[in-house]
């Protein structure tokens, strides 16, 4: 079945320390996108690829990196700079205009600095 | 100003009722234009696409308003089963930012028996 695969599910970092989000898609679409969800609140754009090896910043970009080195992979590094990064990440996946743009979701990773 | 704004609510109304939300965008070279909507702690779901023409699914019935840059959804005969959380997403291209997906913060819709 094609979709879009986050993982880990529930990830727990201490302060201070790197953790790498991992997205992966098979429904091969071009654009790929991250998003942080705090309780209660909208979804914010962190950062946005519409081809391999090339992404741009969203709106809450510091404290994060991504590559694109693979189409179907946009994995999310949450750096020590972040310095709120307990959230739910969400990685998205569309195909770019023009054509229909659905964006799908994967399951998400919960964070949790402890 | 944001890019896309929504009402956050929540809007409480029991069942049967009919409840609207609306949504506005900022930018005019905004493409495609959608409903989603995110269950308690899962990842967000297509409701429905928004058409010019406007376009209706079941209960639901979704409008485009290019000229005021607005969006809207109807929901008809609320059941308890569509307390959720509303998104209004906003796809544009343009020569600086390439295409990027937008979401709004979402509306809270609680349905009451």
């Known amino acids: 079945d094609g979709g879009i695969t986050q993982s880990p599910k529930y990830l727990f970092r201490k302060e201070g320390q790197n953790v790498t989000l991992s997205c992966e898609q098979n429904?091969?679409?071009?654009?790929m996108y991250w998003y942080r969800q705090d309780p209660g609140q909208g979804l914010r754009l962190i950062y946005y690829?519409?081809?391999?090896?090339?992404?741009q910043k969203g709106d809450i970009a510091e404290g994060y990196s991504v590559s694109r080195e693979k189409k179907e992979s946009f994995p999310l590094t949450v750096t020590s700079a972040q310095k709120n990064p307990t959230a739910f990440y969400l990685c998205?996946?569309?195909?770019?205009?023009?054509?229909?743009?659905?964006?799908?979701f994967g399951q998400g990773t919960r964070l949790t600095v402890v | 100003r944001k890019e896309v704004e929504q009402d956050p609510g929540p809007f409480n109304v029991p069942e049967g009722a009919t409840v609207a939300f609306n949504c506005t965008y900022s930018?005019?070279?905004?493409?495609?234009f959608f409903w989603y909507r995110q269950d308690c702690r899962k990842e967000p779901k297509l409701l429905m696409s928004?058409?010019?023409s406007g376009n209706e699914d079941g209960r639901f019935t979704a409008q485009l308003n290019r000229a005021s840059q607005y969006i809207s959804l109807l929901i008809r005969d609320s059941k308890l089963s569509d307390s959720a959380t509303y998104l209004c997403?906003?796809?544009?291209?343009?020569?600086?930012?390439?295409?990027?997906?937008?979401f709004g913060a979402g509306t809270i819709l609680r349905v009451k028996s």
């Open positions: 930018n005019s070279a905004s493409q495609s």
């Open positions: 690829s519409q081809i391999v090896n090339d992404f």
């Open positions: 997403v906003v796809n544009y291209l343009s020569m600086e930012y390439g295409n990027k997906l937008v």
């Open positions: 998205a996946s569309s195909i770019t205009p023009p054509g229909y743009t659905e964006a799908f």
């Open positions: 928004v058409y010019s």
């Open positions: 429904l091969n679409h071009d654009a």
